[in-house]
């Protein structure tokens, strides 16, 4: 019996999404607005930490396992 291991489950091109967010640098290389005296440049990127994770913990858990 074949199976596809590689096969998408739709909720995992939510991952794209942090992927997309960050891979423009022009976008987010500014000084201003500031946040708590970091320049959006910083900011922008810790911002996407606990995006991302949240996203990672909702496709874990909407993705059907082999268990």
Known sequence: MT????????????LLVPFLGLLDVSFYNLDEPLLLGFPFFYWYQLLWVPITVLL???VYR??????
Do not use: E, G
């Not at 199976?3 to 995992?12: A, D």
């Open 56 to 58: 990672m913990w909702v």
């Open 3 to 14: 199976t596809n291991r590689f096969r998408l489950h739709p909720i995992q091109w939510l």
């Open 62 to 67: 909407s993705t059907p396992h082999d268990d």
